[in-house]
């Protein structure tokens, strides 16, 4: 691997553009996903991920964490049962284990950095008792119903 992977139009050099996920898997609307740095003795793994504008992440949980720094654009983040407004340069952690989902704003794309460890266990998605009581938040039912 080069020691410099050259940068643009959140595009990097000898990176493969890849589906987000396999259709079908999870809910999801236009993301994509690169990996940038993946090393077996770090035991981490850098992505970047870009949605196109009104695109959104699977609302998923698991059991590692993430450090996700925005790059480009802006949107909101549940995080739990809390719905925040994030835009470029916010760093946002989630603990493990927390109900998650990242939404691009309606009229421009967002893109993050995402560190995560590079083994790691598979995403839980909600069963509908689960959404349920996830909704009954106003705040996060609106999230929801917004995607």
């Not at 994509?32 to 009104?54: D, I, S, W």
């Amino acid at each position: 691997m080069d020691a410099i992977r050259r940068f643009d139009d959140y595009r990097w050099d000898d990176v493969d553009l890849l589906q987000y996920k396999e259709e079908g898997s999870a809910p999801f609307k236009a993301i994509t996903r690169q990996v940038l740095f993946h090393n077996p003795a770090l035991k981490c793994e850098l992505r970047y991920f870009e949605m196109a504008a009104g695109g959104y992440s699977t609302l998923e949980r698991h059991e590692h964490m993430h450090a996700v720094l925005i790059l480009r654009g802006s949107g909101e983040v549940l995080i739990g049962d809390d719905v925040k407004k994030v835009s470029t340069n916010d760093l946002v952690t989630v603990d493990p284990m927390t109900w998650h989902q990242f939404r691009a704003g309606a009229d421009a794309p967002m893109g993050f950095l995402c560190m995560v460890n590079a083994e790691r266990d598979r995403p839980q998605l909600p069963t509908d008792d689960e959404l349920k009581a996830m909704k009954a938040n106003p705040a996060v039912a609106a999230f929801l119903k917004s995607g």
